[in-house]
């Protein structure tokens, strides 16, 4: 977490008064003489930029980078080090010294080499960690602390952010819930101090859940925590008045809490309350004190007395009723109702100064959801910029005198004890919250001086955009790396520039683990059409932070470009592990399955991709192609059907194709062919099933000649009424096909189409034949004799070609029928 520079500032010796330091946070001497040494600032620490930045690159996790304007950051990663190796002392062992005559160990050999030392240097230590019973504690709250120190945007992050982190904490509060939780031997020989334990480990493991962003958001460990901590919560309504000129009392919303155990208060809770607890009162912002019209009291002032009276709770108890908060907030959807529900919760705790941090923590959330009200919105603005100032030395509009610095302000100890109870965000994290509300507000010049003091340069450009002022962040930009170099700013200044040396030294600048330089370098070498560069970086930046399914989606299509097709298929596969409702995706990896000839793989991708988008005629275009191949006839036929409703259903249907001939083809003669084994087989359920798929078959004929005029359509018609020997259907089919070629313009001048035209008038020919009545031979004679004219007529002086022959040789032989008929 942040700690204040005021909170920190001292050396061994007493600290000089804090008027010494000046307003921007810097050392400078004391005006007293007996305090004339140098005040040490916390941001001195960062002895050079290279070291800070390398520092943060080890705390960067999972490709997230954790906020660059974060003081000390060192003392965390040094944090996280040694806890992490008090909560597992087994971990392996680094050899720490190549000195021998430097690692001695009780138990040693003189000839010890240095591997069996610190084997030795190991197991000692590991035996006394493991009395150190609230290490997993701090090194479950070490790892809370490092995931609220990583920079996530709060629209992108869902819960999937910092995955090993997440891993990491959840098995070191599983470790802690059955050391102190679930535990049925006394841990402290104490009831009480049992049950205390129990009741804030199980807070922090709810608020961990929040911090992560996890499903459910900690609701069932809050209410543990209420149910260990033996605090009784009553949720009622009350007769009251909320405004100075309200004359009749309405209905209120009323949160009554008391402790079940007469013993409210540990004695290490006894010790922590303020002795000043009108300087924790006065971290309010009244209603007054923005506006001398402003109509809601402070406090809803009940009719009956005892609604105004209230137990003292304890800080855990406290603590409990914010966490209790933010499970309705969390649970609910942002109403009126939801609003009554935390403003009593919140009502609740501010009925009551004895922590500092436990006060703020209500007054933020009571701001948060003012911000949501009319009436409010404005104190709310001012009170989480008062709770933002507090947090520095500055003199700021709500922090105006050194004395509030000085003696209005809670030391650091007393700021820190609780912290890991609450949600109370880190000071930068607050401060993009007020910058992100003044955004909203319209006040974009605000918002962007503090986005730039945080260094958020996405933002900061956004703000200068629609404030008409894109140059300045440019210049703002150029400023900052002026003074320091760091891989943010520098991916800032490469996204204005569109210079890729930026983005290179960015990646210097964090020893290659910004993940944004190398999907900034991914873009820009991809619309220069560079590919492969593209796609170098793209991967190394998945490297970085893997749960990118955009990314990994453009990683795909690139693969496909460049025909490498195992890369593809495992970027695909990643987008739809990740995100399952990716229809496209599934269509890629469909495709991918397809371009290798394996329809089995690919079937399963497009029946996936369908469920997400069904208007895709692409898809059901492969889905038709993989049915055939896997002899799937009858869900061949409904894709058929399907393509042809979304062309009728769709203004753009121009470029919806109609099913292929070729496919209608292949439906129909393995349709015929599972018919014909069936017979053959005599496999009765075999044969009702094929019975069925002919009968759709013929659906889809007769929907596609409605729909379409294709001379194929009646040809392929003809031939499956054929097979099943409808006769009177095949010649009407020929008609049709006869009379679409016909209509076709100049038909007679290509070979193809006369050919095609000579076979349909033979098949003609041969219905009018085995018919033999002589109106049909003479229709038929006719039909011939004018197909034969065009033809002829079409050659000029040139040679007729050889079906002219072919269909005199037809009319030939209906002359040798036609008088026997007549008899």
Same mark, same amino acid.
């Given at each position: 977490?942040?700690?204040?520079?005021?909170?920190?500032?001292?050396?061994?010796?007493?600290?000089?008064?804090?008027?010494?330091?000046?307003?921007?946070?810097?050392?400078?001497?004391?005006?007293?003489?007996?305090?004339?040494?140098?005040?040490?600032?916390?941001?001195?620490?960062?002895?050079?930029?290279?070291?800070?930045?390398?520092?943060?690159?080890?705390?960067?996790?999972?490709?997230?980078?954790?906020?660059?304007?974060?003081?000390?950051?060192?003392?965390?990663?040094?944090?996280?080090?040694?806890?992490?190796?008090?909560?597992?002392?087994?971990?392996?062992?680094?050899?720490?010294?190549?000195?021998?005559?430097?690692?001695?160990?009780?138990?040693?050999?003189?000839?010890?080499?240095?591997?069996?030392?610190?084997?030795?240097?190991?197991?000692?230590?590991?035996?006394?960690?493991?009395?150190?019973?609230?290490?997993?504690?701090?090194?479950?709250?070490?790892?809370?602390?490092?995931?609220?120190?990583?920079?996530?945007?709060?629209?992108?992050?869902?819960?999937?952010?910092?995955?090993?982190?997440?891993?990491?904490?959840?098995?070191?509060?599983?470790?802690?819930?059955?050391?102190?939780?679930?535990?049925?031997?006394?841990?402290?020989?104490?009831?009480?101090?049992?049950?205390?334990?129990?009741?804030?480990?199980?807070?922090?493991?709810?608020?961990?859940?929040?911090?992560?962003?996890?499903?459910?958001?900690?609701?069932?460990?809050?209410?543990?925590?209420?149910?260990?901590?033996?605090?009784?919560?009553?949720?009622?309504?009350?007769?009251?008045?909320?405004?100075?000129?309200?004359?009749?009392?309405?209905?209120?919303?009323?949160?009554?809490?008391?402790?079940?155990?007469?013993?409210?208060?540990?004695?290490?809770?006894?010790?922590?309350?303020?002795?000043?607890?009108?300087?924790?009162?006065?971290?309010?912002?009244?209603?007054?004190?923005?506006?001398?019209?402003?109509?809601?009291?402070?406090?809803?002032?009940?009719?009956?007395?005892?609604?105004?009276?209230?137990?003292?709770?304890?800080?855990?108890?406290?603590?409990?009723?914010?966490?209790?908060?933010?499970?309705?907030?969390?649970?609910?959807?942002?109403?009126?109702?939801?609003?009554?529900?935390?403003?009593?919760?919140?009502?609740?705790?501010?009925?009551?100064?004895?922590?500092?941090?436990?006060?703020?923590?209500?007054?933020?959330?009571?701001?948060?959801?003012?911000?949501?009200?009319?009436?409010?919105?404005?104190?709310?603005?001012?009170?989480?910029?008062?709770?933002?100032?507090?947090?520095?030395?500055?003199?700021?509009?709500?922090?105006?005198?050194?004395?509030?610095?000085?003696?209005?302000?809670?030391?650091?100890?007393?700021?820190?004890?609780?912290?890991?109870?609450?949600?109370?965000?880190?000071?930068?994290?607050?401060?993009?919250?007020?910058?992100?509300?003044?955004?909203?507000?319209?006040?974009?010049?605000?918002?962007?001086?503090?986005?730039?003091?945080?260094?958020?340069?996405?933002?900061?450009?956004?703000?200068?955009?629609?404030?008409?002022?894109?140059?300045?962040?440019?210049?703002?930009?150029?400023?900052?790396?002026?003074?320091?170099?760091?891989?943010?700013?520098?991916?800032?200044?490469?996204?204005?520039?569109?210079?890729?040396?930026?983005?290179?030294?960015?990646?210097?600048?964090?020893?290659?683990?910004?993940?944004?330089?190398?999907?900034?370098?991914?873009?820009?070498?991809?619309?220069?059409?560079?590919?492969?560069?593209?796609?170098?970086?793209?991967?190394?930046?998945?490297?970085?932070?893997?749960?990118?399914?955009?990314?990994?989606?453009?990683?795909?299509?690139?693969?496909?470009?460049?025909?490498?097709?195992?890369?593809?298929?495992?970027?695909?596969?990643?987008?739809?592990?990740?995100?399952?409702?990716?229809?496209?995706?599934?269509?890629?990896?469909?495709?991918?399955?397809?371009?290798?000839?394996?329809?089995?793989?690919?079937?399963?991708?497009?029946?996936?991709?369908?469920?997400?988008?069904?208007?895709?005629?692409?898809?059901?275009?492969?889905?038709?192609?993989?049915?055939?191949?896997?002899?799937?006839?009858?869900?061949?036929?409904?894709?058929?059907?399907?393509?042809?409703?979304?062309?009728?259903?769709?203004?753009?249907?121009?470029?919806?194709?109609?099913?292929?001939?070729?496919?209608?083809?292949?439906?129909?003669?393995?349709?015929?062919?599972?018919?014909?084994?069936?017979?053959?087989?005599?496999?009765?359920?075999?044969?009702?099933?094929?019975?069925?798929?002919?009968?759709?078959?013929?659906?889809?004929?007769?929907?596609?000649?409605?729909?379409?005029?294709?001379?194929?359509?009646?040809?392929?018609?003809?031939?499956?009424?054929?097979?099943?020997?409808?006769?009177?259907?095949?010649?009407?089919?020929?008609?049709?096909?006869?009379?679409?070629?016909?209509?076709?313009?100049?038909?007679?001048?290509?070979?193809?189409?006369?050919?095609?035209?000579?076979?349909?008038? =033979?098949? $003609?020919?041969?219905?009018?034949? *085995? !018919?033999?009545? #002589? @109106?049909?031979?003479?229709?038929? +004679? &006719? %039909?011939?004799?004018?197909?034969?004219? =065009?033809? $002829?007529?079409?050659?000029?002086? *040139? !040679?007729?070609? #050889? @079906?002219?022959?072919?269909?005199? +040789? &037809? %009319?030939?032989?209906?002359?040798?029928?036609?008088?026997?008929?007549?008899?």
């Amino acid at each position: 977490n942040d700690i204040p520079r005021s909170a920190a500032s001292h050396t061994v010796s007493p600290s000089p008064p804090l008027s010494s330091i000046s307003e921007d946070g810097a050392s400078a001497i004391a005006t007293e003489p007996q305090s004339c040494e140098k005040i040490h600032s916390l941001k001195e620490t960062n002895t050079t930029d290279a070291f800070h930045n390398a520092v943060l690159s080890e705390l960067a996790i999972d490709g997230e980078w954790p906020f660059q304007v974060c003081v000390a950051p060192y003392f965390l990663l040094l944090g996280r080090s040694i806890l992490s190796i008090l909560a597992e002392p087994n971990r392996p062992f680094r050899i720490w010294c190549k000195n021998n005559n430097a690692l001695d160990s009780e138990g040693a050999s003189a000839d010890a080499s240095p591997l069996e030392i610190s084997s030795i240097i190991g197991a000692n230590f590991a035996a006394a960690a493991k009395h150190l019973s609230g290490a997993i504690l701090w090194n479950a709250r070490a790892i809370v602390a490092h995931r609220r120190l990583i920079s996530t945007r709060r629209d992108d992050d869902d819960g999937q952010a910092c995955p090993t982190l997440w891993d990491e904490a959840e098995g070191m509060f599983s470790r802690c819930l059955a050391a102190f939780c679930d535990n049925q031997e006394p841990v402290f020989g104490d009831e009480h101090r049992d049950a205390h334990v129990a009741s804030e480990v199980m807070l922090e493991w709810g608020l961990a859940q929040h911090h992560f962003r996890k499903l459910g958001r900690g609701k069932a460990s809050f209410n543990k925590a209420l149910s260990i901590s033996k605090l009784e919560v009553e949720v009622t309504g009350a007769e009251g008045k909320r405004t100075k000129y309200q004359q009749k009392a309405t209905a209120q919303y009323l949160v009554r809490a008391r402790p079940l155990s007469q013993s409210t208060m540990h004695q290490n809770e006894e010790d922590s309350v303020s002795k000043k607890k009108e300087n924790i009162e006065n971290q309010m912002i009244k209603h007054d004190d923005v506006s001398d019209d402003a109509l809601l009291m402070e406090k809803i002032k009940f009719e009956e007395q005892d609604d105004n009276v209230h137990y003292n709770l304890s800080i855990r108890d406290q603590s409990i009723l914010l966490a209790l908060c933010l499970d309705v907030k969390n649970d609910n959807p942002m109403d009126g109702l939801t609003g009554e529900q935390m403003s009593g919760y919140l009502a609740r705790v501010l009925n009551q100064h004895d922590d500092w941090m436990v006060y703020a923590t209500a007054l933020l959330e009571r701001a948060w959801l003012e911000c949501e009200r009319t009436h409010g919105r404005e104190r709310a603005i001012l009170q989480i910029q008062a709770l933002a100032d507090q947090h520095s030395n500055r003199l700021t509009l709500t922090q105006s005198t050194f004395k509030s610095v000085e003696e209005d302000s809670a030391p650091a100890q007393d700021r820190l004890r609780n912290l890991h109870g609450i949600v109370y965000p880190p000071r930068w994290d607050m401060l993009r919250d007020l910058a992100e509300r003044y955004a909203k507000l319209g006040v974009v010049s605000s918002a962007a001086e503090i986005f730039e003091e945080l260094e958020l340069w996405d933002e900061v450009v956004e703000c200068y955009r629609i404030a008409g002022k894109e140059s300045k962040a440019v210049e703002v930009v150029r400023a900052r790396l002026a003074e320091k170099e760091t891989p943010r700013m520098y991916a800032a200044l490469g996204d204005l520039t569109k210079d890729p040396q930026c983005f290179e030294r960015s990646l210097d600048l964090s020893n290659g683990k910004f993940y944004d330089a190398h999907v900034a370098l991914g873009k820009f070498y991809f619309d220069k059409g560079e590919l492969r560069r593209a796609l170098k970086h793209f991967l190394e930046g998945l490297e970085i932070k893997p749960l990118m399914p955009a990314v990994w989606f453009r990683v795909g299509t690139i693969s496909m470009q460049l025909g490498e097709w195992d890369t593809a298929l495992r970027a695909f596969t990643e987008v739809v592990q990740q995100e399952p409702e990716e229809g496209d995706a599934w269509a890629n990896v469909a495709a991918i399955h397809m371009h290798r000839k394996n329809p089995a793989e690919a079937y399963p991708a497009l029946i996936e991709s369908l469920k997400q988008s069904r208007g895709n005629w692409r898809v059901w275009v492969s889905k038709l192609y993989t049915c055939i191949d896997l002899k799937k006839f009858d869900e061949a036929i409904q894709t058929c059907t399907e393509l042809l409703s979304l062309k009728a259903r769709k203004a753009s249907s121009g470029e919806i194709p109609t099913p292929e001939e070729k496919c209608i083809r292949a439906i129909i003669r393995g349709a015929l062919q599972n018919y014909h084994d069936a017979r053959t087989t005599k496999d009765g359920a075999a044969l009702d099933s094929s019975k069925r798929t002919l009968a759709r078959v013929r659906q889809l004929l007769d929907k596609m000649k409605s729909s379409m005029s294709d001379a194929w359509i009646y040809e392929v018609s003809a031939y499956f009424n054929e097979e099943m020997g409808r006769r009177e259907d095949v010649f009407n089919d020929l008609m049709k096909e006869y009379r679409v070629l016909q209509s076709m313009n100049r038909w007679e001048d290509d070979p193809v189409k006369i050919s095609h035209m000579t076979n349909l008038v =033979k098949e $003609i020919f041969s219905h009018h034949n *085995s !018919e033999g009545t #002589k @109106e049909s031979l003479v229709k038929c +004679k &006719l %039909l011939i004799k004018g197909v034969t004219k =065009k033809i $002829i007529g079409a050659c000029c002086d *040139s !040679e007729p070609p #050889k @079906e002219v022959a072919e269909l005199e +040789k &037809l %009319l030939l032989d209906l002359e040798k029928i036609m008088p026997s008929n007549a008899k």
